[in-house]
Nanobody, 124 residues
Framework: VQLVESGGGLVLAGGSLRLSCTDS????????MGWFRQAPGKEQEFVAV????????LYSNSVQGRFTISRDNAESTAYLQMDSLKPEDTAIYYC??????????????????WGQGTQVTVAS
């Protein structure tokens, strides 16, 4: 599994961005995919997770209703659609893969595979 994020950038508050996370390997469809973020000087924070077939999605309270996670297994890609962005959403965003979605879905250590991250900056 090799995960590569893209789609980050600079956007004004209230704007939108869509992040992509593509796997170069053949096993993407077997993994639940999560998104995490880390702002300067802060701990890594859970954002959202989607199970292997897209039927289950979970979000942090801070992004619920503004962000949407999805996946296209035929394209081996997971997405994070981010709308109504706020300056506090500024962070490096990482995608991560794991087997299954369990009670520890918000715990970074529970994910086996990680991308390199993509910077999202929201200007006020």
């Amino acid at each position: 599994v090799q995960l590569v994020e893209s789609g980050g950038g600079l956007v004004l508050a209230g704007g939108s961005l869509r992040l992509s996370c593509t796997d170069s390997g053949p096993t993407f469809r077997n993994y639940a995919m999560g998104w995490f973020r880390q702002a300067p000087g802060k701990e890594q924070e859970f954002v959202a997770v989607i199970n292997f077939n897209g039927e289950t999605t979970l979000y942090s309270n801070s992004v619920q209703g503004r962000f949407t996670i999805s996946r296209d297994n035929a394209e081996s890609t997971a997405y994070l659609q981010m709308d109504s962005l706020k300056p506090e959403d500024t962070a490096i965003y990482y995608c991560a893969g794991r087997i299954g979605v369990a009670a520890d879905y918000a715990t970074p250590a529970a994910y086996r595979y990680w991308g390199q991250g993509t910077q999202v900056t929201v200007a006020s």
